[in-house]
């Protein structure tokens, strides 16, 4: 949620705000609001798809400094669309303005572009750290205004509609919480974080002691996101408002003080509205009147559902919308945990999915287009018991579902013929647009029903997994654990994406895992340097590149970042089934994954002439890691290659077979070696891959 222009006009009037020390409470965080204030306000790249690294260790920092200051935070995060749809238009009308956006980062100028993996990395922080953690079953603003009241604590957020919710504790906006300050300020008490709070009694004195219950009403005259803005603009024209004594800005500031000082002449929201109505002609007012009531009630504060799941663990399925209802406890668990993506709720009540857009060539299909096969599991694992589950009801006569949640059917009218198909909304071009994508049925689905997903036996499981990511089983022996999805996508990346990635991509992308894995490593040994001299001297070599002046800020290889992008489509898709399958393969830690800046800084590297040896130096282990995952990957493009040749013409057949065969180290069919072959030979097996793949022009 967010009402309209209200946050710059609180910057302007920051006498509204009182100066606070945050210490020794309890305080209620919108976990949504923090990761993207920390990604943005601190420098972090965007336009190379993203420092993960740099993003966990600020993340860490912020909840030690709450720590040190003997703050308790409660953490929760959004979850899935509004059932209602009352925010479906505002939501769409956002993301094809982040499509605007992405394209203007990708050509050096300015925009916000979260990167895809930020939430991941957040959670898993956060899980580290024992931080209690909630995921809402959809947006979570009502329910962390409500349990803030039950709990009489602050909230921290920079959502505007925290200016309206009347919280007995008061609101802390983001912007002025000084977390990074704290270690300069100490009293006799000890450490406290510099913050500004509001209070809206405080605030309503101001305006001629206003009655606090006008406003929601406020809110949803000067336009929120859940009412339609042009039926409030054209009411908001028509009333007669008187004009504003203060300087306080723009027109939108001056429009928000002259309503404020209008509803303050009135005792209540019955008697404001009716005079609101008043202005309008008859034939408008009992839309009016109901678009306004209903506003007025996203406001209205009772008890949270969120105390019991703090306290004990419960999840309540009293107020969920079919069939979210009749999921397996286990299900319900995970995605309040956030173990789960909002995803999974978006597909069940409503058949639908938002893709998150990336940095990425605009010219060239979305970069979720090389994971839709993955995805496609993942819906038909959902709408699979979904339908069975529609059956049964039918057949038992037990069709309970709440008015407007409907389930049985897709909502949209373009689905009610189709319960296995699935609305994705994607870029297309520098457009919004809505594609339908049939699930997957595949033949090992019906020994993985979904309510007894997390019984069915490990091989099961991660058969699927493994067929779905088309890599065999024996490519994963030499791999670590934390390592063997993002090899799995890496290889299913390779045979997906378009164009075809270069051997230098690849060879980036695997660097950037063993440095990741180096530094983990380091963080587990928390020793002085000299304990891991190889380590430190291979990280610290990494780390100039992580850290490159050399290149303009804000110039990127866009077609480099498109191949990543589609990389990081296929990671966050498998991520998302692999937790449903509950984890077949481990769960990787996002933040030593992929860095974004140091990937593409060694891809400029090594076109410019450097070798993978040379980044890695004498790391003996770093080497061995970096050998059996690029031995893994060349043993994936000998299917590949053969793949290749079979659809090619009888000419180009003969001339790439020739080919092959003079390579150095090529092995012979059903051979077995443990040894990876030299860098010509790889990369001319990689050429013989891409030769008829066509790049996009930047």
């Given amino acids: 949620m967010g009402v309209q222009g209200l946050t710059s006009y609180m910057e302007k009037n920051r006498h509204f705000l009182q100066h606070l020390k945050v210490r020794n409470t309890t305080l209620i965080i919108d976990g949504c609001s923090l990761y993207y204030k920390l990604y943005f306000t601190s420098g972090l790249n965007q336009e190379h798809g993203g420092d993960y690294d740099s993003f966990a260790l600020l993340v860490n920092q912020f909840f030690e400094a709450l720590s040190a200051c003997q703050i308790q935070p409660f953490v929760v995060l ?45 959670v898993q922080v956060l899980r580290t750290m024992c931080v209690p953690l909630v995921q809402c079953p959809f947006e979570a603003d009502w329910e962390i205004a409500a349990l803030a009241n039950q709990w009489n604590c602050a909230v921290l957020t920079s959502d505007s509609d925290f200016y309206i919710f009347d919280l007995k504790a008061g609101y802390l906006p983001l912007a002025y919480f000084q977390w990074g300050n704290m270690r300069a300020c100490k009293s006799t008490s000890g450490w406290y974080i510099p913050a500004c709070g509001f209070s809206v009694d405080q605030f309503c004195a101001h305006f001629n002691n206003m009655s606090k219950a006008l406003l929601p ?20 024209s028509h009333i007669d408002l008187p004009k504003s004594g203060r300087a306080v800005g723009s027109r939108m500031h001056s429009r928000i003080d002259s309503l404020l000082h209008w509803l303050a002449g009135f005792t209540g929201p019955e008697q404001a509205m009716e005079a609101a109505l008043g202005f309008l002609a008859s034939e408008h007012r009992g839309v009016m009147q109901a678009t306004l009531s209903s506003g007025l009630q996203d406001y209205e504060l009772s008890s949270s559902n969120l105390a019991l799941f703090f306290a004990r663990g419960f999840v309540p399925t009293a107020d969920l919308p079919e069939p979210l209802g009749r999921l397996p406890e286990w299900i319900l668990r995970a995605l309040s945990e956030a173990q789960l993506t909002p995803m999974v709720a978006d597909v069940l009540v409503l058949q639908r999915a938002l893709l998150a857009v990336q940095v990425e060539n605009c010219r060239l299909p979305s970069s979720h287009t090389a994971s839709k096969s993955i995805r496609q599991l993942l819906y038909g694992l959902l709408l699979n018991w979904k339908q069975k589950l529609s059956q049964k009801v039918a057949v038992c006569g037990q069709d309970q579902r709440k008015p407007g949640c409907g389930w049985g059917q897709g909502r949209g009218p373009s689905l009610s013929d189709d319960p296995y198909c699935v ?106 340097a000299e304990a891991c001299p190889a380590l430190t001297s291979i990280s610290e070599r990494l780390d100039q590149l992580h850290t490159f002046k050399g290149q303009r800020r804000g110039t990127i290889d866009l077609d480099t970042a498109h191949l990543y992008s589609q990389w990081q489509s296929c ?77 090619s013409s009888k000419k180009k057949r003969r001339g790439r077979k020739q080919t092959v ?4 180290g090529t092995r012979r069919r059903g051979q077995a070696t443990d040894v990876v072959p030299s860098n010509l030979d790889i990369n001319n097996r990689f050429a013989l891959l891409v030769v008829d793949d066509g790049v996009g022009d930047a």
């Fill in 423 to 528: 609305e994705e909304f994607d870029r297309h071009d520098l457009n919004l647009r809505r594609v339908r994508i049939q699930a997957a049925l595949p033949r090992l689905l019906q020994q993985l029903p979904l309510e007894r997903l997390n019984m069915v036996p490990l091989p099961v499981r991660r058969q699927l997994l493994l067929e779905t990511l088309g890599v065999d089983e024996s490519l994963l022996h030499t791999i670590p654990l934390s390592l063997q999805l993002p090899l799995c996508v890496t290889c299913h990346w390779m045979s997906n994406c378009s164009p075809r990635p270069s051997m230098t991509h690849v060879q980036a992308l695997l660097l950037g895992m063993v440095y990741g894995e180096i530094c983990r490593q380091r963080a587990v040994h928390r020793g002085p």
């Fill in 661 to 664: 065969q003079k390579q150095p």
């Fill in 217 to 236: 009403l406020f809110a949803v005259i000067i336009g929120n996101d859940y009412v339609n803005l042009q039926a409030t603009k054209r009411l908001f």
């Fill in 78 to 122: 959004d979850g899935g669309m509004d059932p209602t749809d009352k925010k479906f238009r505002t939501m769409k009308e956002r993301l094809q303005g982040k499509i605007k956006e992405a394209s203007s980062l990708s050509r050096g100028a300015s925009g916000s572009i979260l990167p895809l993996l930020t939430k991941e990395t957040f």
């Fill in 571 to 647: 990671l966050w898709s498998s991520f998302n089934l692999n937790q449903l399958l509950c984890c077949p393969l481990p769960e990787p830690v996002c933040a030593w994954l992929y860095s974004g800046t140091l990937v593409h800084h060694v891809v400029r590297e090594l076109k410019a002439g450097a070798t993978s040896e040379a980044l890695l130096g004498g790391a003996v282990l770093s080497k061995q890691l970096y050998s059996n995952l690029l031995g893994a990957v060349w043993r994936l493009t000998e299917t590949a290659l053969s793949s290749a040749i079979s659809c």
